[in-house]
């Protein structure tokens, strides 16, 4: 089933699909007038909707049915200070959204490679991804702030918090996982955290855990981490 994304399908009962999703639709897939398409919000729905135009550039849709989908989410916010090379930060997003991540940070470190980000861009990648892997909720996607600011948000104290630190662990991720509190994991950049860094977090209560024996790179360790934290929660 293809899915095509609309971020507002409760607001009318006709709608007309952005320029690159009427272009997919109708030049790539054929649809034509009378054929059904899915459609998702990112929010929990989907829709299905009938062609009513098959204008390449502005294919209008007649929404005839939505369902509503509950969020499955394991409940894990990835806070990571995102790499130099923008690839490597598209296909993290790309593969710890269609594992499973409810939410993404960035932050800027000490140590960091990158003080801004394309959020733009990041955004089309996460779309893309919950299409692809057939599901129904948008991973919220924060900016970049410092590592200070981010320690400062009063929501961390609902989550359990775990900070992946090369220098100091004590248990692996998957021990370390609390079922009853949603899962916060964070994740430093190639030079990784600070000890000054590691000892803010320490004050907040984060807990250091270990990814492994092997040294990973900090995208590969966000993917990891997601496959960790759903599979243990899902068991």
């Keep these: 089933m293809q899915l095509f994304y609309f971020p507002n399908l409760l607001n009318d009962a006709i709608i007309d699909l952005p320029e690159d999703e009427s272009k997919h639709c109708i030049r790539v897939l054929r649809k034509k007038i009378g054929d059904e ?4 919000d990112g929010k929990g729905h989907q829709a ?8 390449p550039k502005k294919c209008k849709l007649q929404i005839v049915d939505i369902q509503v989908f509950e969020n ?11 790499t130099k090379n923008f690839d490597r930060i598209d296909w993290m997003l790309e593969k710890c959204t269609e594992i499973g991540v409810t939410e993404i940070t960035f932050i ?4 960091s490679e990158r003080n801004k980000v394309n959020m733009e861009r990041c955004e089309k ?4 991804a919950i299409k692809q892997s057939k599901q129904y909720w948008l991973p919220k996607l924060n900016n970049i702030v410092t590592f200070k600011q981010f320690l400062s948000n009063d929501y961390l104290k609902n989550y359990n918090c775990l900070m992946a630190w090369c220098n100091e662990h004590t248990i692996l991720l998957n ?4 079922k009853q509190k949603p899962t916060l994991v964070l994740i430093g950049p190639e030079g990784d955290f600070t000890e000054h860094e590691a000892q803010l977090a320490l004050a907040k209560n984060f807990k250091t ?7 990973l790179r900090t995208e590969t360790a966000a993917i990891y981490a997601t496959a960790v934290v759903n599979n243990t929660l899902q068991k």
């Excluded at 499955?72 to 200070?81: D, E, T, Y």
């Excluded at 990648?125 to 893309?128: A, D, G, R, V």
């Excluded at 855990?209 to 040294?215: F, K, P």
Aim: net charge negative; no cysteine; glycine share 4%.
């Design 175 to 178: 021990e370390a996982i609390d």
């Design 125 to 128: 990648i996460l779309i893309q």
């Design 108 to 111: 800027e470190t000490e140590n």
């Design 48 to 55: 299905t909707s009938k062609i009513i135009d098959d204008n």
């Design 37 to 40: 398409i899915y459609l998702i």
């Design 72 to 82: 499955k989410s394991v409940g894990l916010h990835i806070a990571i200070a995102p």
């Design 209 to 215: 855990i270990s990814l492994g024996n092997n040294i």
